[in-house]
C-alpha cells in the first residue's frame, strides 16, 4: 500500500493544478465579452478533473488502507 504521505503529496500537487486552472478561468473571464469563452470552459472542466483526481486519490486510500 502507498504511503499516506505520498498519497497526500499528490493530492496537493493536483490540487495546485486545479487552483492554477481556476484562476486562468477567472482571469479570462474578466476579459468580458472579447474572452474566449471556449477556454473558460475548458479551463473549468480541467478544474473539476484535477479535483476530482486529488480527491479520488485519498479517498480510494482511506476506503481500503487496512485491506
Given at each position: 500500500m502507498p504511503d499516506p504521505d505520498d498519497i497526500?503529496?499528490?493530492a496537493r500537487e493536483w490540487i495546485i493544478k486545479a487552483d492554477n486552472d481556476l484562476k486562468n478561468a477567472a482571469h479570462t473571464l474578466k476579459l468580458g465579452e472579447e474572452g474566449p469563452t471556449d477556454t473558460v470552459c475548458?479551463?473549468?472542466q480541467q478544474c473539476v478533473e484535477k479535483y476530482?483526481?486529488?480527491?479520488?486519490?485519498?479517498?480510494i486510500h482511506i476506503l481500503f488502507?487496512?485491506?
Open positions: 497526500a503529496l499528490v475548458f479551463h473549468c476530482l483526481k486529488a480527491f479520488s486519490g485519498r479517498s488502507k487496512d485491506t
